[in-house]
């Protein structure tokens, strides 16, 4: 069983939509109980960065969220700000994040842009990932759906697994033991994101 944390503040209805019609069993985990007895986890997020993290901080899942990532016990995978959460913080807003992954979240550089690109980046692209990216195992030329204007810097280039371009490549998904996050959604990219949530859920033993 998939447990998605409902704080109030990720694209949840989406995501359990997706993972029904895959046949996926899933609940909108509300309770710490419901994450300890998952079998994998899936952090979703959806608008500004400190909203995310003040809904995230009030819900009392928190801790045993930071438990599980602290002992590698279970696959959690982390969706657009979802991902963005788990580093030290963002540019965007004031907010600590929850350091899983120690980095930062930037604002897309103009600078180092065409002119004709816009912020945010939203559309389809390309995502080249690292064979140690699981959730992306077997899919050929893998294409997602992105919505966002910041994007994760990691200090550690091991825990970089995935790039897209925009301008510049930049990092969209990460990896570190059991840890995933991705910067795209899944729940909008069709047979890419089937198939990816299809694996993480292989890997929860879902």
């Known amino acids: 069983m998939l447990a998605i944390v409902d704080y109030g503040a990720g694209n949840i209805g ?36 400190d909203y995310c993290m003040s809904r995230f901080n009030a819900s009392g ?5 930071d438990a599980i990532v602290a002992q590698g ?7 657009c700000v979802g991902l963005q959460m788990m580093f030290r913080g ?17 604002r897309f550089d103009p600078s180092k842009m065409d002119q004709a690109l816009k912020i945010p980046h939203m559309g389809w692209s390309f995502v080249d990932a690292q064979p140690r990216f699981t959730p992306l195992a077997g899919i050929e030329k ?15 280039k091991a825990d ?14 990460i990896a570190r033991g059991q ?3 991705a910067q795209f959604h899944p729940e909008k990219s069709h047979k890419y994101g089937m198939a990816t949530l299809r694996n993480f859920a292989k890997m929860a033993g879902a």
């Open 160 to 173: 970089e697994a995935a790039t897209a371009h925009y301008g510049y490549d930049f990092t969209c998904g």
């Open 90 to 106: 963002s540019e965007e807003g004031q907010e600590k994040g929850l350091s899983w992954i120690d980095g930062d979240v930037v």
């Open 14 to 49: 989406s995501v359990m939509n997706m993972l029904k019609r895959l046949s996926i069993p899933a609940i909108r985990a509300t309770s710490p109980d419901q994450l300890t007895s998952a079998s994998g986890i899936i952090l979703p997020g959806v608008g500004a960065f």
């Open 61 to 65: 899942l928190r801790e045993t969220a």
């Open 73 to 79: 016990s279970k696959p959690l995978l982390g969706i």
């Open 142 to 156: 893998p294409r997602f759906y992105f919505v966002h204007s910041y994007h994760a810097v990691c200090d550690d």
């Open 179 to 181: 840890l995933y996050g």
